[in-house]
């Protein structure tokens, strides 16, 4: 029962403590993603897919936890996982309602569902890398930051829907977040880090870039929708 002595020392409590800070502050993708894609389900259905969607993400970050140091070994992961969410975040900003024929992904359970748990594998490196290394290689505190960052992004992600079924300009404001995250995520890439710093110019236009297709082309795309519809 070592393990159990362990929980009361001074650095088993400092570790957990940073975890839950990580988890607080990292927190917020991951709500923005998750009622994104729950906001065209009927209201009986929005409930699931959170609880659900959260779950399902939780168990592929836990694996990519377990997995953080052959992941890390990965050339492009970053870069490739950044223009994934650029894609994801369009897609959720564009995809309005279940009225067209074909129907948006995320507009049953399951297809929500399928969203939040590939998005969030995609960004979730960030929490991943933090998680694991506030941890210093200690599953039970993988574990234990895992089980806490469910009811931070299940209320998350309750509350920022309910903001944006007051509010709809607010899915604008969280597809920005996501597209800046998405920079975030190829700007930190190794293979383009030395290209960057040759050229800072790049820093800042990859952010405009990746904002400007999702926010800019999800207003075109919005916009002549309502003109057809009109």
């Not at 009225?99 to 748990?117: C, F, P, R, V």
Request: net charge neutral; aromatic share 8%; proline share 3%.
């Amino acid at each position: 029962m070592e393990w159990l002595t362990d929980l009361f020392t001074m650095q088993f409590l400092t570790a957990l403590v940073s975890i839950i800070i990580i988890d607080l502050v990292l927190a917020g993708d991951n709500a923005i993603v998750i009622a994104l894609a729950a906001r065209n389900l009927p209201p009986h259905l929005q409930k699931k897919a959170i609880v659900w969607g959260t779950i399902g993400a939780i168990v592929v970050r836990s694996a990519m936890t377990l997995a953080v140091v052959w992941l890390l070994k990965i050339p492009g992961l970053l870069l490739v996982g950044g223009v994934a969410l650029v894609w994801i975040a369009y897609k959720l900003l564009t995809d309005d309602s279940g009225d067209d024929e074909h129907g948006a992904a995320q507009n049953t359970l399951w297809g929500a569902m399928k969203t939040i748990i590939i998005a969030d594998a995609v960004m979730g490196m960030d929490n991943v890398l933090a998680v694991a290394g506030a941890a210093h290689g200690s599953f039970l505190l993988v574990v234990l930051g895992l089980l806490i960052s469910i009811p931070i992004v299940v209320w998350g992600s309750s509350l920022v829907l309910r903001l944006m079924e007051r509010y709809p300009s607010i899915i604008y404001i969280g597809a920005g977040v996501l597209a800046f995250t998405a920079a975030k995520m190829i700007v930190s890439e190794p293979i383009v880090k030395p290209t960057i710093a040759a050229y800072p110019v790049l820093y800042w236009a990859t952010f405009a870039l990746c904002l400007g297709i999702v926010l800019l082309g999800g207003y075109l795309v919005k916009k002549r929708r309502a003109a057809a519809a009109a």
